[in-house]
């Protein structure tokens, strides 16, 4: 990456330079068939300011044979932005086999003058066993040697290092550590997750998940990191959180073929359609019986332009997420659009990829966290701010915590409860320790009341039987930490579930055998 603009969990919107002008992060590379194209590239750079797209080295040689090098592929797709040339790997993935070698495949690239060439690794779909999955892995490193040479001799296109391993990730962990060993990660600028096109159409979301994660924790940050294949924009926000700056598809023209009209929360097939719930310029200026009614290349051509206004749409709510630091929030909305995805989005946000996350998440942020449900708990600014507390807060030398319970969904009210508590109590804050009991936060320190992310949040105050469970565990770990030998429970006001929250915490300081009393906030 040649600039980081801001970022959020992460992800980051950022600008790469490229041969053919900087190309802003993270952005989608529409795939672009070498001959037969119902939408070109530059009027999709025209349109959406798509200035780098990718195409398929081995598609153009079967179908214009082996180039000689006297026209790139820009001229040959009448395009002046940047180019990203697809090895073939894809057909390998699809069909077995492709009738050219590594070698054959750079040459291709390197005559066509690609922008970002590919070396043709093997890809290692779902239904590989472990065991053919590592002879494929094993190929695609002895494939990464034998390409090396070329690589060398053509420094003026950047080279991208595809990932193998598929859903296995101990493969993909076993692969990096290979390339690593032998020196072979220097020699490229890009880098490519592949055979994530069948993970997908499975929605295994949940291996997608942990695949871009393990890919993301063993590379270095400061190189590009592709996603070949990403599909649908409904996943877009997501590969964009766990760290992919760019990604490919085809999908905008391939379901257009097949009637299918994509919307940020899902897919309709055109027949199904009473209306067309979109504002685009197709939508704009057509029904779903005319579409139906027109001819097979017009109404592939006007379905496809509107899956590239759904997707770049898609593209521009994230990165003004990154910008604004809610990305967190945008990926709450979008889990609810598929039963798949939601299932994956309660694994990531169930505290396992807490770190992962906070390293693009900033320590401080603009805008206040708007929390929907238990889902949002282990988000990484809270994580990191319980995390800071169990670390650096230091009690006063007291033997006694007023713990008060608050189900008041503005920070604003807290804080001023916090004032009229130290008016009233300015006497006995050397004698006891005074602490808020906050759902989707837990155990926060009078002191540390006016600290981010504590004092900017607006939340609903549910207590599902999941968030109960949390606050419960984050209640025996302050209990842990700061051995207070008496507390005092302070309920401020009957909430939902408040009540049983009281009593569980009545259980879980008679099992720790602290004693404790129970006292209203206007008795302190």
Same mark, same amino acid.
């Given at each position: ?26 952005? %989608? ?5 070498? !001959? *037969? ?14 200035? +780098? ?9 079967? !179908? ?28 390998? +993935? ?16 390197? *005559? ?58 101990? %493969? ?20 490519? +997750? ?24 063993? +590379? ?63 939508? &704009? ?90 889902? &949002? ?20 030398? &007291? ?20 004032? /009229? ?81 009281? /009593? ?21």
């Amino acid at each position: 990456m040649d600039e980081i603009i801001s970022s959020d969990l992460h992800g980051r919107l950022g600008k790469i330079a490229l041969p053919k002008g900087d190309v802003i992060t993270p952005t %989608l590379l529409p795939v672009i068939d070498p !001959r *037969n194209n119902l939408i070109t590239a530059q009027e999709m750079k025209k349109k959406f300011d798509f200035n +780098l797209v990718i195409t398929s080295a081995y598609l153009y040689y079967k !179908r214009f044979g082996m180039p000689d090098g006297a026209n790139s592929i820009h001229e040959t797709l009448g395009f002046d932005g940047n180019i990203m040339m697809d090895s073939g790997a894809y057909q390998v +993935l699809v069909y077995g086999d492709v009738d050219i070698d590594p070698v054959q495949s750079l040459q291709i690239q390197s *005559n066509l003058k690609a922008d970002i060439g590919v070396i043709l690794d093997v890809p290692t779909p779902p239904a590989d066993t472990y065991s053919q999955a590592k002879q494929k892995v094993e190929e695609t490193i002895r494939r990464i040697g034998v390409s090396l040479p070329h690589i060398e001799t053509h420094p003026e296109t950047i080279w991208t290092l595809p990932i193998q391993g598929g859903k296995n990730v101990k %493969l993909i962990e076993h692969y990096l550590g290979e390339v690593k060993d032998k020196d072979y990660l220097s020699h490229f600028r890009f880098h490519a +997750l592949g055979s994530v096109a069948p993970v997908m159409s499975q929605y295994d979301f949940l291996s997608l998940f942990s695949m871009i994660r393990t890919s993301r924790e063993l +590379l270095p940050h400061n190189i590009p990191f592709h996603l070949f294949g990403a599909g649908h924009p409904m996943i877009f926000p997501f590969v964009v959180a766990l760290g992919s700056d760019t990604f490919d598809s085809a999908a905008y023209i391939l379901y257009a073929k097949e009637n299918r009209y994509m919307t940020s929360e899902g897919t309709y097939h055109l027949q199904e359609l009473y209306e067309l719930p979109c504002s685009c310029e197709v939508c &704009s200026n057509w029904t779903p019986k005319e579409l139906l009614d027109a001819d097979e290349d017009t109404r592939i051509r006007n379905v496809a332009l509107h899956n590239l206004h759904v997707s770049y749409a898609e593209l521009k709510r994230i990165r003004v997420s990154l910008k604004d630091g809610n990305l967190w929030e945008l990926l709450v909305n979008r889990s609810k659009v598929h039963p798949s995805l939601y299932k994956a989005f309660k694994h990531i946000a169930n505290g396992s990829y807490t770190e992962f996350f906070e390293y693009g998440t900033p320590s401080t942020k603009q805008t206040g966290l708007k929390i929907s449900g238990e889902d &949002s708990f282990y988000r990484p600014e809270y994580s990191r701010g319980r995390k800071r507390i169990y670390e650096r807060y230091s009690p006063n030398n &007291s033997k006694i915590v007023i713990l008060i319970s608050s189900g008041r969904n503005n920070p604003v009210e807290i804080l001023n409860l916090r004032i /009229e508590l130290k008016n009233s109590i300015k006497s006995k804050t050397n004698e006891m320790d005074f602490a808020f009991l906050i759902p989707f936060i837990g155990i926060l320190p009078l002191e540390l009341i006016e600290t981010y992310p504590f004092s900017q949040y607006v939340f609903s105050a549910v207590l599902s039987e999941g968030l109960l469970s949390k606050l419960e565990l984050e209640i025996e770990r302050f209990l842990e930490i700061f051995p207070y030998q008496e507390v005092v429970l302070c309920p401020l006001d009957d909430w939902d579930n408040s009540k049983v929250l009281i /009593e569980n915490i009545k259980k879980i300081l008679n099992n720790r055998e602290i004693p404790f009393k129970e006292k209203n906030f206007r008795e302190l």
